[in-house]
Structure formats: C-alpha cells, structure tokens
Nanobody, 118 residues
Framework: VQLVESGGGLVQAGGSLRLSCAAS????????MGWYRQAPGKQRELVAS???????NYADSVKGRCTISRDIAKKTVYLQMNSLEPDDTAVYYC?????????????WGQGTQVTVSS
C-alpha cells in the first residue's frame, strides 16, 4: 500500500492550495483519512481528518479556512486550503487507516511541502 501526495508548493499569503493524496495497492477498505503537518522545529500536528462516514474534524488553527473531503471510489483524500498564512508553512503528510491483505495498518505519505510567503 502506498499513499502519494501532490499539490504542495509556494503561495503568497491569502492564496489557496489543494492537496491530494491517493492510496494504491491491495486495499480492502479505507477507514479514517487525514492530513497532518510538521513545521521546522515543531511536532507533527493534525490538520484535518475524515472518517469513512465523512465526519470531519479540524484543528482550531485551520477551521473556516480548510476543507477536507474524500472520493471513496478513487481512494483519494483532498485538503482545500484557503486564506493561507505564513504559519501554515510546513510539510503536509497524508495518513490513512487501511485494511489491506491480512492486516489493518496506519499508512503515511512521503509529505509535500507547503510554503506561504508574507
């Protein structure tokens, strides 16, 4: 199983980005999916998560600015980020709780850099 992220980049403050994360491999089901971020010198933190039933949860710092969604058929989760701020600069990681061949496991993507300039 692999998670591959895309959509990061450099954007000015106030701009928008849409991150995507696609799961591939032998997958029987995907439970919760989420986005985390890690800024230099800081711990990795949850940005947003979405359950298999599409219930969502957001960090207080991104509420009202970010929207997480998923396409079950495409095994893909998205993070739409608007009104970006310099403090949003971080490496963003996709996470998914996946039932694969013989086991259920927590998977991580390789990360995608988001840089917001002031």
């Amino acid at each position: 199983v692999q998670l591959v992220e895309s959509g990061g980049g450099l954007v000015q403050a106030g701009g928008s980005l849409r991150l995507s994360c696609a799961a591939s491999g032998i997958i029987f089901s995907i439970n919760a999916m989420g986005w985390y971020r890690q800024a230099p010198g800081k711990q990795r933190e949850l940005v947003a998560s979405i359950t298999s039933g599409s219930s969502t949860n957001y960090a207080d710092s991104v509420k009202g600015r970010c929207t997480i969604s998923r396409d079950i058929a495409k095994k893909t989760v998205y993070l739409q980020m608007n009104s970006l701020e310099p403090d949003d600069t971080a490496v963003y990681y996709c996470n998914a709780d996946i039932q694969g061949l013989g086991r259920r496991h927590d998977y991580w993507g390789q990360g995608t850099q988001v840089t917001v300039s002031s």
